[in-house]
Protein backbone atom coordinates (compact mmCIF):
# COMPACT_ATOMS: atom_id res chain seq x y z
CA UNK A 1 0.00 0.00 0.00
CA UNK A 2 1.52 3.77 -1.02
CA UNK A 3 2.20 5.90 2.26
CA UNK A 4 3.62 9.05 1.88
CA UNK A 5 5.41 11.03 4.92
CA UNK A 6 5.70 14.27 5.31
CA UNK A 7 8.40 16.19 6.84
CA UNK A 8 10.45 19.88 7.22
CA UNK A 9 7.97 21.27 9.00
CA UNK A 10 8.81 24.04 11.87
CA UNK A 11 7.78 27.81 13.19
CA UNK A 12 9.94 30.28 10.86
CA UNK A 13 9.71 34.13 11.10
CA UNK A 14 8.50 36.20 8.10
CA UNK A 15 10.82 36.59 5.00
CA UNK A 16 12.02 33.21 6.39
CA UNK A 17 12.42 29.38 4.18
CA UNK A 18 11.55 25.99 4.79
CA UNK A 19 12.04 23.01 2.80
CA UNK A 20 9.37 20.11 2.91
CA UNK A 21 9.97 16.56 2.26
CA UNK A 22 7.48 13.90 1.26
CA UNK A 23 9.05 10.46 1.04
CA UNK A 24 6.81 7.44 -1.08
CA UNK A 25 6.59 4.10 0.52
CA UNK A 26 4.94 1.02 -0.80
CA UNK A 27 5.52 2.55 -4.65
CA UNK A 28 7.22 3.46 -7.50
CA UNK A 29 7.26 7.43 -6.99
CA UNK A 30 8.11 7.75 -11.08
CA UNK A 31 4.36 6.29 -11.46
CA UNK A 32 3.08 9.35 -9.94
CA UNK A 33 2.18 12.92 -10.27
CA UNK A 34 2.89 14.75 -6.73
CA UNK A 35 1.00 17.47 -5.50
CA UNK A 36 1.31 19.94 -2.29
CA UNK A 37 -1.76 21.22 -0.42
CA UNK A 38 -2.07 23.10 2.93
CA UNK A 39 -4.95 23.72 5.11
CA UNK A 40 -5.59 26.68 7.35
CA UNK A 41 -7.58 26.56 10.30
CA UNK A 42 -11.09 26.79 9.77
CA UNK A 43 -10.40 26.70 5.32
CA UNK A 44 -10.54 24.45 3.67
CA UNK A 45 -7.59 22.73 1.59
CA UNK A 46 -6.10 24.60 -1.17
CA UNK A 47 -4.12 23.28 -3.86
CA UNK A 48 -0.06 24.63 -3.68
CA UNK A 49 2.40 23.25 -6.26
CA UNK A 50 1.86 20.16 -8.61
CA UNK A 51 4.93 18.52 -10.84
CA UNK A 52 4.14 15.60 -13.47
CA UNK A 53 5.47 12.18 -12.92
CA UNK A 54 8.85 12.68 -15.07
CA UNK A 55 9.45 16.44 -13.59
CA UNK A 56 9.07 18.41 -16.13
CA UNK A 57 6.09 20.36 -15.67
CA UNK A 58 4.90 22.07 -12.40
CA UNK A 59 2.12 23.91 -12.09
CA UNK A 60 1.40 26.72 -8.65
CA UNK A 61 -1.05 28.36 -6.87
CA UNK A 62 -0.86 32.13 -7.79
CA UNK A 63 -0.69 32.36 -3.63
CA UNK A 64 2.91 30.69 -4.15
CA UNK A 65 4.15 31.50 -7.56
CA UNK A 66 7.42 33.34 -7.58
CA UNK A 67 8.39 31.98 -3.99
CA UNK A 68 7.73 28.12 -3.50
CA UNK A 69 9.05 25.34 -5.60
CA UNK A 70 8.66 21.80 -6.19
CA UNK A 71 10.78 19.25 -7.15
CA UNK A 72 11.49 15.45 -7.33
CA UNK A 73 14.00 12.74 -7.16
CA UNK A 74 12.61 9.47 -8.22
CA UNK A 75 15.67 7.72 -7.58
CA UNK A 76 15.27 8.87 -3.62
CA UNK A 77 11.15 8.49 -3.77
CA UNK A 78 11.06 12.10 -2.49
CA UNK A 79 9.60 15.06 -3.61
CA UNK A 80 10.70 18.72 -2.34
CA UNK A 81 8.71 21.92 -1.74
CA UNK A 82 11.07 24.65 -1.01
CA UNK A 83 9.50 27.77 0.12
CA UNK A 84 11.32 30.94 0.44
CA UNK A 85 10.22 34.42 1.83
CA UNK A 86 7.19 33.09 3.61
CA UNK A 87 4.60 35.05 4.99
CA UNK A 88 2.25 34.74 8.05
CA UNK A 89 -0.86 33.34 5.36
CA UNK A 90 1.24 30.54 4.62
CA UNK A 91 0.80 29.29 8.40
CA UNK A 92 -0.76 25.82 7.43
CA UNK A 93 -1.16 22.41 7.50
CA UNK A 94 0.81 20.74 4.28
CA UNK A 95 0.47 17.60 2.78
CA UNK A 96 1.48 15.89 -0.39
CA UNK A 97 -0.50 13.69 -2.46
CA UNK A 98 0.58 11.33 -5.47
CA UNK A 99 -2.25 10.83 -8.48
CA UNK A 100 -1.77 7.86 -10.31
CA UNK A 101 -2.61 9.32 -13.70
CA UNK A 102 0.87 10.95 -13.52
CA UNK A 103 0.12 14.12 -14.65
CA UNK A 104 -0.36 17.67 -13.29
CA UNK A 105 -3.65 18.61 -11.66
CA UNK A 106 -4.76 20.89 -9.36
CA UNK A 107 -7.97 19.69 -7.71
CA UNK A 108 -8.24 17.59 -4.46
CA UNK A 109 -10.23 14.73 -5.84
CA UNK A 110 -7.49 14.08 -9.01
CA UNK A 111 -4.86 12.59 -6.24
CA UNK A 112 -5.28 8.92 -5.08
CA UNK A 113 -3.14 8.80 -2.04
CA UNK A 114 -2.28 11.49 1.17
CA UNK A 115 0.08 11.86 3.98
CA UNK A 116 -0.87 12.93 7.18
CA UNK A 117 0.70 16.22 6.76
CA UNK A 118 3.44 18.58 8.74
CA UNK A 119 2.71 21.90 10.16
CA UNK A 120 4.25 25.00 9.10
CA UNK A 121 3.93 28.26 11.06
CA UNK A 122 5.00 31.67 10.17
CA UNK A 123 5.42 34.31 12.70
CA UNK A 124 5.01 38.08 11.81
Known amino acids: QVQLVESGGGLVQAGGSLRLSCAISGGTLSTYAMGWFRQAPGKEREFVAA????????YYANAVKGRFTISRDNAKNTVWLQMNNLKPEDTAVYFC?????????????????WGQGTQVTVSS
Open 51 to 58: ISWSGSRT
Open 97 to 113: AAQELGIVEAGLDDYDY
